[in-house]
Each structure stands twice: as C-alpha cells, then as structure tokens.
C-alpha cells in the first residue's frame, strides 16, 4: 500500500505571496490532518477534513485555510507569507476513527525570503 | 486542554545501554497516548500508541511503554540501543475531540554513542 505523499518536498517563496501545498492520503482513508513544525514552536495542529469537511481546526490565523477532494486529496493554502511560515508541512492520514492510527507524510519543507 | 512534557529535549546514550525517554501528560478525559519517531528530513512515524486495555506497550523496533495513571507519565524504553535509533522523538496526546487533533511533545533528541 502507497504511503501518505505531500508534493512538492520543497518550496521557496517570498513575503506576500500565497502556496499552495499537496497531500495525497494512503487510499481508503478518509480523514486528512495537517501540521506545522517549526524549531521555536514544535508540531501544531493546523487543521483536519474528513470526508470534505473540517472537522477541526487549530489556532491559526484565517491566512491558513485548506480543502479535501472527494477523492480525499487534501491541500493547504497560505496566503500573504510571512517570513514565520518557513516550516515543515506535515500531512497525516487516517481512516478517522477515533483511535485509529495517523500516518504521516515526508513534508513538505517551506522557506519564505 | 492536553499538554505533553517531555523532560530532557536531548538524552545521549551508549550504544548497548537503556534507553528512556521521559514523557508526563495532562489531560482531563481518558487520554489515548503515542509515541512518534523522526528521523532527518522525514515525516513522523508512530512508534506505539496507548488507547485502552494492557498499560505495557510494545511497540516496533524493541520499543514500548508504560502507561501509569497514578503519575500521568507514559516513558518510552528499549532494553538496548542501537545507532540506528539516533532520531527525534515524539511523545503525544489525544482524545480531547478526535483522534486526529493530536498535541505533541516538543521532542526529545536521541543520540547514541558508539
């Protein structure tokens, strides 16, 4: 079975502008969670879609937003950087029961200049 | 709210010799507890998780867990290190909402010593 894959792995922007960023779930699973991990802040909950809705959300500013496919690809949008959104981009999918094991990408590593 | 201390943001080991790596928790609901693996410029991978039942995790690689409610504490051990096991090392929490809203540890750096 294919694994959990972000695309693309690396991403240079510029204050201001907007990315868009990829994750493509193991196939059967559902729910898409996505994750910034930064060295000052650690791993923090962006967001989740399960079946096309967000069914959590973190605390991040509006600026943040996401989507989910029918086909349960998800993708994550940034818009107007700020040089504190040079991060990692973890997806993890899962089959969205409660205690049902996250599986998570390779990231998608952003540097904003 | 949940919260995940890990004590020691970085635990230097001889190869051979035990490990643990130290993980306390807080949480007002029955926590669901995990153990994260990652190793350089790669994603997280789970370790072990604790959800109901059997306290003592185990989990791959040689690694496992104790669950101890009395002191909120969830330690990740292995017996014998190995080099291999030279990653970062998450500990997390959940079960406040959903499965997926996971809160992690800041992380706990391995090294292991030849």
């Known amino acids: 079975k294919a694994g959990v894959t972000q695309t693309p792995r690396y991403l240079i922007k510029t204050r201001g502008q907007q990315v868009t960023l990829s994750c493509s779930p193991i196939s059967g699973h559902r729910s898409v969670s996505w994750y910034q991990q930064t060295p000052g802040q650690g791993l923090q909950f962006l967001f989740e879609y399960f079946s096309e809705t967000q069914r959590n959300k973190g605390n991040f500013p509006g600026r943040f937003s996401g989507r989910q496919f029918s086909n349960s690809r998800s993708e994550m949008n940034v818009s107007t950087l700020e040089l504190g959104d040079s991060a990692l981009y973890l997806c993890a999918s899962g089959a969205g029961g409660f205690t049902d094991t996250q599986y998570f990408g390779p990231g998608t590593r952003l540097t904003v200049l | 709210a949940q919260s995940v201390t890990q004590l020691g943001s970085h635990v230097s080991v001889s190869e051979g010799a035990l490990v643990l790596l130290r993980c306390n928790y807080s949480?007002?609901?029955?926590?669901?507890l995990f153990w994260y693996v990652q190793y350089p410029n790669q994603g997280l991978q789970l370790l072990l998780k604790y959800t109901t039942g059997a306290t003592l995790v185990k989990g791959i690689n040689g690694f496992e867990a104790e669950f101890k409610k009395s002191e909120t504490s969830f330690h990740l051990t292995k017996p014998s290190a190995h080099m291999s096991d030279a990653a970062e090392y998450f500990c997390?929490?959940?079960?406040?909402?959903?499965?997926?809203?996971?809160?992690f540890g800041s992380g706990t750096r391995l090294s292991i010593r030849p």
């Open positions: 997390a929490v959940s079960g406040d909402s959903s499965a997926s809203k996971i809160i």
């Open positions: 949480s007002s609901v029955p926590p669901y």
